[in-house]
């Protein structure tokens, strides 16, 4: 007896123990993160211990055995240690007194006994309503447990003609004190299987209903009511009420996580990563430059910026684009803007060849630093002398002027504008790709477009501008998709140039001045 006092002491102290472990307090360095759900936002400490489970169970017992069983009563403790979501170890304390009476008298010749049963059993216990997807905290826990364990089991059972030991001497006896076999305890180990289910309270307490079965094992298995007459070992069954605390500082230590839905982790991972997705994305102004490149993010809708988001100051005159009037017309020294851009008072002067050729090396400049290539320029004489004008390139099978390239026509109608006797050729070119006959289309498509837009956006007379194109014969590179072939150039107009007729199948508007005759001066 001594022995097992001992040993049911020295469990509930390994219990009590690891109880007060659990309140040890962590670094606040540990990582938190948060779910949202429809009802609620819960705190998931992903990478802090847990917390333990201490448990106190009142019990009804039963003893499955070969005399008919009466309602007895006992009392569990027990710690539980989630492991994960879906596994848990649990080690339980159990003190049970079990009862069977078969013919419910003292006559002579009845089976009746009285059990006490102290034991320890350590469960593995699986969750099984933690393999949903649906759901982050969950308010139940449902659970199966099976384990093993030892026992100390007294038995004080009614002498008859079936047992003639434990102080019986196979005479049939009257339930009587002093005159009834009596089976001492001994150490013994037993399995055990069970289950319940727990309803979460909140974060610290749950409470729910048990179930275990012990099944001894050895040789006194089928002795646990004292009679022996069957071939069937006695199982001790327990079932009641269990109320459960979640032991350990919340701030630093998480809930049991099979209260938490396995899956919410990963759900929170792939959150986070959309997050994450939206902001590299995000465009606040709507001008095609996510905010964290954009160096000018509350620009105004549909207003042209460049690849940092800024708004676009084509003539450098300090007025952007979307609100210049004259967005290609820079001032010449000494001249002054109005809000809009435009020319106070304009100098209608010529430019001097050194003007001239100022705003022409300028654009070269630029083409020749955006393009890496050298060959941007063509030679075209006027009366002031030979001057550069710099090439026009198009992207595969295109001949629309980009909008890059407006600044560029600008400096080439400035040009024109100081030499009303200049006529220059406007020919466009095609690399070696694709149908010759498309080709030529396209060819004359891009010759056309940069004469309409001079025409149009800086009223040059059209009299003065020879649209010519050729195709891939004339490419000047020999590689077939060279973007330095797709190109238009401007070339000297003599007295004898002449148009190139359209191809056949295009049928283009003729192009008129929308201002007035001649070359805009």
């Excluded at 009590?16 to 759900?37: H, N």
């Excluded at 013919?103 to 009285?114: I, K, P, S, V, Y």
Aim: glycine share 10%.
């Amino acid at each position: 007896m001594n022995f097992l006092r001992s040993s049911i002491t020295g469990l509930l102290l390994c219990l009590c123990g690891a109880t007060f472990a659990q309140g040890t307090p962590l670094s606040d360095a540990d990582t938190t993160y948060t779910v949202e759900s429809t009802s609620q936002t819960i705190e998931m400490k992903r990478d802090q211990p847990t917390m333990l489970e201490l448990g106190i169970s009142p019990y009804a017992s039963t003893m499955s055995s070969d005399v008919d069983a009466k309602f007895g009563y006992g009392v569990g403790i027990h710690a539980r240690k989630s492991l994960d979501h879906l596994f848990s170890l649990r080690l339980d304390a159990l003190y049970a007194k079990s009862k069977g009476d078969a013919e419910f008298d003292a006559g002579d010749g009845n089976r009746r006994f009285e059990a006490d049963w102290i034991g320890g059993t350590a469960f593995g216990v699986v969750t099984l309503n933690n393999f949903l997807l649906k759901g982050d905290t969950r308010n139940w826990n449902v659970f199966l447990m099976a384990g093993a364990g030892f026992n100390f089991v007294s038995t004080e059972f009614q002498c008859n003609d079936e047992a003639s030991r434990f102080g019986c001497s196979g005479d049939n006896q009257t339930w009587q004190e002093g005159r009834n076999g009596m089976i001492d305890s001994e150490f013994r180990t037993n399995a055990a299987a069970g289950g319940g289910v727990s309803y979460r309270i909140n974060e610290k307490i749950n409470i729910g209903l048990e179930y275990q079965a012990l099944i001894p094992l050895g040789n006194r298995a089928d002795l646990m009511d004292g009679y022996s007459a069957s071939t069937f070992r006695d199982v001790l069954n327990v079932f009641g009420l269990a109320v459960n605390f979640n032991i350990g500082n919340s701030s630093t230590r998480a809930e049991p996580r099979y209260w938490t839905n396995a899956f919410s982790p990963l759900k929170e991972d792939i959150s986070n990563l959309n997050r994450r997705v939206d902001a590299a994305t995000t465009d606040s102004d709507g001008d095609g430059i996510v905010d964290s490149v954009d160096q000018e993010p509350d620009t105004p809708a549909d207003v042209p910026v460049d690849s940092r988001g800024r708004t676009l100051d084509s003539d450098k005159d300090g007025v952007p684009d979307y609100r210049d009037l004259e967005p290609f017309f820079p001032p010449r020294e000494g001249e002054q803007i109005n809000a809009d851009g435009v020319v106070i008072e304009r100098m209608d002067r010529g430019l001097t060849e050194d003007e001239v050729t100022s705003i022409v090396d300028d654009r070269i400049e630029r083409v020749i630093e955006r393009d890496g290539i050298m060959n941007a320029t063509t030679m075209v004489n006027s009366p002031n002398g030979a001057i550069y004008l710099p090439m026009l390139y198009f992207p595969l099978n295109a001949s629309e002027i980009a909008y890059d390239d407006y600044g560029m026509l600008a400096s080439v109608a400035r040009v024109l504008q100081a030499n009303p006797a200049m006529r220059v050729i406007v020919r466009g070119y095609t690399d070696r790709v694709g149908n010759p006959e498309f080709n030529q289309k396209l060819s004359y498509m891009r010759a056309y477009n940069v004469i309409r837009h001079l025409v149009s956006e800086h009223n040059i007379g059209r009299e003065r501008l020879i649209l010519q194109y050729r195709g891939e014969d004339e490419a000047i590179v020999p590689l077939d998709r060279s973007r330095t072939n797709r190109r238009v150039e401007f070339l000297t107009g003599q007295g004898d140039a002449t148009e190139d007729p359209a191809p056949e199948g295009v049928d283009v508007p003729e192009i008129q001045n929308n201002m007035m005759d001649g070359d805009g001066n």
